[in-house]
């Protein structure tokens, strides 16, 4: 029986003469088409299907960019009448390196001018914009050399750690030009109407830097403090975060815009927690204002209580820490510290042998920061558990990990992209 001759339609004759032309994209739908054909051979698991279909689809991608490469370079070439012997270009992307061969070209004015490159907007043994994409979004959260690792194992193909390292750095760099122009805006233009209460905690985490120089030479490492703010709407999961090694002026105007991406409006009341670092409670002052409502770290008390209590009661030091922690969520902050006094060390005893002395004095600097029955009534954090999260997210995953010492301008960098995807912001570095 004759088989039924079968009728093209224009559009179908066009794309046969089209992949004709193409042998090579040509071979890559026929493995996709042979892949999607179960009528014949053993029926293969869905995944052992998966697999091969994303190894043919990485080939279809590098086939294709290599293919527009080359009818990119002849059309361009088009326009020119000489060239000498070509030279090779070449640009890594998502599909692994495209490489071409890219003549040199005469003019009237120049007798080598190489024009392929800078009209496709590339540079030689340069990085596709997804390719940093994928590169700094590994970099951001793991290892450079383990970076590289992962773009193998998702996407086919190997890439040196140092690439991975100069597509993170860069795109951090972007990223903190991005936040520096938002932190330049006007912070104190807010809304009628915000959040009811929008909690605000800072504090700062220790850095190892080391000072620039021959990579393999001996460099000194010293550790330096950078500070994280934070500030979240009560009630909501979505908190903002600001980080630097700057000044704390600095910072304060950045928790200002923390604050305001959370909600922060005219008659919103801000509830700071902090250890009572001098500079969070200046900071919170001086941006915050009368709005300001500060609280001392109620574990952070109970430690400086901890260390006092063998001191205070040795046969029950536990028992007497309870008390005190019963008489500050009462409200009678005040009994502790007069509790505190009656067990104060001798004087010239060293402050390290001294744990009622430091206590009462933590305590009597700082006697209007201990209103926990306020923030309970209105079931607000008494503790600094919004900043202690942040730290081990945001700054100490990345930055202090094991055996790891930065370049004090690559920590800056590091951090604010870190900041940017934890402010749900990472989209808007790539749009």
Not at 374 to 381: C, G, S, V, Y
Request: hydrophobic content about 35%; glycine content about 6%.
């Amino acid at each position: 029986m004759a088989k039924k001759k079968i009728s093209l339609t224009e559009q179908e004759t066009q794309m046969i003469e089209r992949l004709r032309g193409r042998p090579a994209l040509s071979k890559r739908f026929e493995a996709i088409l042979d892949l999607s054909d179960s009528e014949q051979g053993a029926v293969k698991t869905a995944d052992e299907i998966e697999a091969l279909l994303i190894e043919e689809i990485r080939r279809l991608g590098h086939t294709t960019m290599e293919q527009w490469a080359v009818g990119a370079e002849n059309r361009i070439g088009k326009e020119y009448k000489e060239s000498h012997p070509g030279s090779y270009c070449a640009k890594r992307c998502v599909f692994g390196q495209i490489e071409i061969e890219e003549r040199i070209w005469r003019t009237a004015t120049s007798s080598y001018e190489r024009v392929f490159a800078p009209r496709i907007a590339v540079s030689n043994r340069g990085r596709s914009k997804p390719l940093d994409r994928v590169l700094s979004d590994f970099g951001a959260e793991h290892s450079f050399a383990k970076a590289a690792q992962q773009c193998k194992e998702h996407y086919g193909f190997e890439i040196p750690p140092s690439a991975a390292r100069a597509a993170t750095l860069e795109q951090a760099e972007r990223a903190r030009l991005k936040l520096e122009a938002q932190y330049k805006e006007p912070f104190r233009l807010l809304p009628a109407r915000g959040s009811e209460h929008v909690v605000a905690e800072a504090d700062g985490t220790m850095i190892c830097t080391v000072e620039p120089g021959k990579r393999k030479a001996k460099r000194p490492r010293s550790w330096q403090e950078m500070r994280l703010v934070a500030a979240q709407a009560h009630g909501c999961s979505q908190s903002f975060y600001a980080a630097s090694f700057g000044k704390v002026e600095e910072l304060g105007r950045r928790w200002a815009h923390c604050a305001k991406s959370a909600g922060w409006g005219l008659e919103s009341q801000i509830h700071v927690v902090a250890d009572g670092a001098e500079w969070i409670r200046l900071q919170s002052r001086e941006v915050f204002s009368d709005q300001e409502h500060f609280l001392c770290d109620f574990y952070h008390v109970s430690q400086y209580l901890a260390d006092a209590s063998k001191s205070c009661r040795a046969q029950s030091p536990e028992r007497w820490r309870k008390t005190q922690q019963k008489r500050l969520k009462n409200g009678a902050a005040t009994k502790v510290i007069q509790e505190l006094a009656q067990h104060i060390e001798p004087p010239g005893t060293p402050e390290e042998e001294a744990p009622v002395f430091c206590a009462h004095r933590y305590m009597n600097n700082r006697g209007d920061a201990f209103d926990y029955p306020r923030a309970l009534k209105h079931q607000l954090p008494i503790g600094s558990g919004l900043i202690e999260s942040g730290h081990r997210h945001v700054l100490q995953a990345r930055l202090k990990a094991a055996g790891t010492s930065w370049l004090p301008d690559n920590a800056e960098r590091m951090a604010q992209l870190r900041v940017l995807r934890a402010n749900h912001q990472w989209e808007s570095l790539w749009n």
